[in-house]
């Protein structure tokens, strides 16, 4: 009896592990607990160039969710905010003097596609990672 408690108790475990990996997976592979800006869209997103005026920017791909890192010259607009866990995909656009200065896009922290004013890439590093993004065709 005692090693079929024992066995119990270890299948259980192992159930209760695999279930919370499970729960996990889907957390990360789901972005669960992200928000995306309504006028946020793939093809907007790679429009966008640096030198467009807030106006511009907002005309192409709506508000922003909210702004952080404000200071007298620049400002971050997010566009898409990580799930739970820090984890997913990121949109942010860096507006500097007045202007765009840069777009970015992150996936966990790993930058996989920037348009500033060094060079915007006429294909993103990661296109399937945009492929998140809502497309602007419905």
Do not use: H
């Not at 920017?57 to 997010?78: D, K």
């Amino acid at each position: 009896m005692t090693r079929t408690r024992v066995l119990f108790a270890v299948t259980s475990a192992l159930s209760f592990a695999l279930g919370m990996l499970s729960l996990l997976a889907g957390l990360w592979y789901f972005d669960a607990g992200a928000e995306l800006a309504n006028g946020l869209s793939k093809e907007g997103l790679l429009a966008l160039r640096p030198g467009a005026s807030p106006t511009e920017v907002r005309a192409i791909v709506g508000e922003p969710l909210f702004e952080r890192g404000a200071t007298s010259t620049s400002r971050t607009w997010v566009y898409r905010r990580r799930g739970v866990f820090g984890l997913g995909v990121e949109v942010y656009l860096v507006i500097s003097n007045g202007s765009l200065a840069g777009v970015y896009v992150e996936d966990s922290d790993l930058l996989v596609y920037r348009c500033d004013t060094q060079k915007c890439p006429d294909t993103p590093w990661r296109p399937e990672i945009l492929e998140r993004l809502p497309s602007a065709a419905k």
